[in-house]
């Protein structure tokens, strides 16, 4: 069994209309360079994070901290992208296992212009 078009439709009502999706690969240094970015974390916070993950990727638990780190400096955009990026990880993309989230999606809440005409499965 597997989540299809429909039910994302009917259960997060995301419109699933548009241009079908399916994200690039980053190599470490983009990835890392979009976290430092997006996020205003640490190279090195966000180099052993990638490590950790082995690739691409950010835990739900890391992205939790950036979210409370960033509101407690009242960066509120960054807490809005930590916060989205958490919440694409664990609703969309949600798997009983917690995997790492993907972190090419963080490029689309840096600037939401991107994501006009996409169907995002």
């Known amino acids: ?16 209309v548009g241009q079908f999706y399916t994200h690039e690969t980053l190599d470490a240094d983009s990835t890392i360079d979009l976290l430092v970015q997006a996020l205003r974390v640490d190279r090195g916070n966000a180099y052993e994070e990638t490590r950790y993950c082995q690739g691409a990727h950010v835990r739900l638990s890391w992205l939790r901290d950036v979210y409370k780190d960033a509101c407690s400096r009242r960066q509120w955009t960054v807490a809005a992208r930590a916060y989205l990026l958490h919440l694409v990880g664990c609703t969309i993309f949600a798997n009983k296992n917690a995997p790492p989230v993907i972190v090419f999606y963080l490029g689309f809440f840096v600037d939401l212009r991107l994501t006009e005409g996409y169907s995002w499965v």
């Open 1 to 16: 069994m597997t989540i299809t078009l429909d039910d994302v439709s009917n259960l997060l009502h995301l419109p699933i």
